[in-house]
């Protein structure tokens, strides 16, 4: 979750402590090199591969991805943003940020789309993401990327690429960006 | 906030916020499937004790992208011509389990005072002279859009000139025109015959003329109004080909403007009245433009009002 949205989100609203860093940039940009050569793998190629990234954590990396991605095969993928709040089962638990566009500038029927997620936790927002995406077409396949996978989830949702698990308590807070990953809580 | 009743009671940032999640419904309208659950398992009711097509509709559409259920309640066809009350009439739709109730009515301030009596959110649709608060949201929306193509992140009508041209005194669109877009930083003129002015301009942010061709020349934007037969009670203009003559957007008066110069007005249009048929091919004119807007502007503010949790202003 991002700053603003951090911020302004009910069940937390606060001000983030960082307790620990987990990731440097380094090893963030190392994890990201990985997941690439992973869905190149996986798809066997990169041929009608989309990626999206979710608002507002997800699109930072998502860029990133698709740069490490052009990096490696020498193709640039299509890149998307989606933002799911409209399509959250937990509307007014997390706000609706004006500025976090939804922009997919391209065809999705028959795509083999890479979502790209900052943290995976509860689930809710990948499952959101699934819905929003259907109002788009209908993609051949969507795969899972998350940097951080931190456990609790509440909806039969699983990965398809992992930058790194990390077990965490429910009080716990994730704070992922391009410079790293901490671990902290949010203070009132 | 829990009702719209004014313009004013966003604040200049509630409007720019407002603009900005409008820019979000837009791009929902424009998808394969233009819905989204966000208002699932909420209701929306509209009442409207005055005539209306464009505005009902709108909501009701609004509302369904949304994926909220509809009422609807027309004063021609209810109970209140046997005699009930507003009151009355308002508590008995919101008893039947209602989260947002969209109200229109020919007094100023009824949306008002329906506010106070029910427990739900209430959203003006129009109310007599005084405010149609979604209009002026829309037509700020609309500006920005041609003018920049979208709201954006930090949206800004600075330094656009706008003309409010026509019956501002029965008008509920200028109040409410007048206040969006000088939240959002235009300079407004009014022009318009002095009996067609409110009797008094005090705290309006506005300059006024009476001379549609001193101004034309300077304008960015024409806003029309609409001439409202139904509330001109008195003799205020001698007659429709004289206000024509001297306040109407005439054939000659169009071929002065240049194609950049937006033109706007609420509808319906009096065609050849306030403005010449050949005004709706020019490329500045954005009159069904408005139409559209007038959707994602009011699921943007259902969204805020029933469903989004934050608050703005």
């Known amino acids: 979750m991002a700053e603003r949205e951090r911020r302004l989100a009910p069940p937390y609203g606060g001000v983030f402590v960082e307790r620990s860093q987990v990731m440097d940039a380094d090893e963030v940009q190392r994890a990201l090199t990985r997941i690439a050569h992973e869905i190149v793998e996986r798809n066997k190629g990169l041929a009608g591969v989309v990626v999206v990234g979710l608002q507002t954590g997800g699109v930072p990396l998502a860029r990133r991805l698709v740069e490490t991605l052009a990096d490696i095969e020498g193709t640039e993928v299509p890149l998307g943003v989606l933002d799911v709040a409209l399509h959250r089962d937990d509307i007014g638990l997390r706000p609706v940020l004006p500025e976090a566009v939804t922009d997919i500038p391209f065809d999705l029927d028959g795509s083999d789309i890479v979502l790209v997620d900052d943290v995976l936790y509860t689930g809710r927002t990948t499952r959101a993401a699934l819905d929003a995406l259907t109002s788009f077409g209908r993609p051949r396949r969507v795969q899972l990327a998350v940097m951080v996978d931190r456990g609790h989830r509440e909806l039969p949702i699983r990965p398809d690429f992992v930058g790194k698990n990390l077990p965490t308590r429910h009080d716990e807070v994730v704070d992922v960006t391009l410079d790293g990953v901490r671990l902290g809580e949010m203070q009132r | ?313």
């Not at chain 2, 007659?239 to 403007?257: I, K, M, N, V, W």
Request: hydrophobic share 45%; net charge negative.
């Open chain 2, 1 to 313: 906030m829990k009702h719209l009743v004014t313009v004013d009671q966003l604040g200049p940032d509630g409007v720019a916020e407002l603009m900005t999640l409008t820019d979000r419904f837009v791009e929902v309208g424009q998808r394969a499937i233009p819905k989204v659950p966000a208002l699932r398992g909420k209701t929306v009711a509209t009442a409207f004790f005055e005539n209306s097509t464009r505005t009902r509709l709108s909501f009701e559409t609004a509302a369904k992208r949304l994926s909220a259920d509809t009422m609807s309640f027309t004063a021609g066809t209810s109970s209140l011509s046997k005699g009930e009350s507003i009151r009355d009439t308002v508590e008995t739709v919101c008893a039947m389990g209602v989260d947002l109730l969209v109200v229109r009515h020919g007094a100023a301030g009824v949306p008002e005072q329906v506010s106070r009596w029910v427990d739900v959110s209430v959203v003006n649709a129009g109310d007599g002279w005084h405010e149609h608060p979604t209009q002026g949201l829309l037509d700020a929306y609309t500006l920005l859009q041609a003018r920049h193509g979208s709201a954006g992140q930090s949206p800004s009508l600075a330094g656009v000139r706008i003309g409010i041209v026509g019956d501002v005194k029965h008008s509920r669109v200028a109040r409410s025109d007048l206040a969006a877009f000088t939240a959002l930083g235009a300079e407004v003129t009014l022009v318009a015959p002095p009996t067609l002015l409110p009797p008094s301009l005090a705290g309006w942010s506005a300059e006024v003329s009476h001379d549609l061709d001193a101004v034309l020349a300077k304008l960015d934007v024409v806003a029309l109004l609409r001439i409202q037969q139904e509330r001109m009670t008195e003799a205020l203009v001698p007659s429709f080909r004289e206000y024509t003559a001297r306040y109407g957007l005439t054939p000659e008066r169009l071929a002065r403007l240049d194609d950049e110069v937006i033109v706007m007005h609420p509808g319906p249009v009096n065609r050849g009245i306030e403005l010449a048929a050949e005004a709706m091919d020019r490329p500045g004119t954005v009159i069904t433009r408005q139409v559209a807007n007038g959707v994602a502007v009011r699921m943007a503010v259902l969204y805020l009002l029933a469903g989004s949790g934050v608050d703005v202003a």
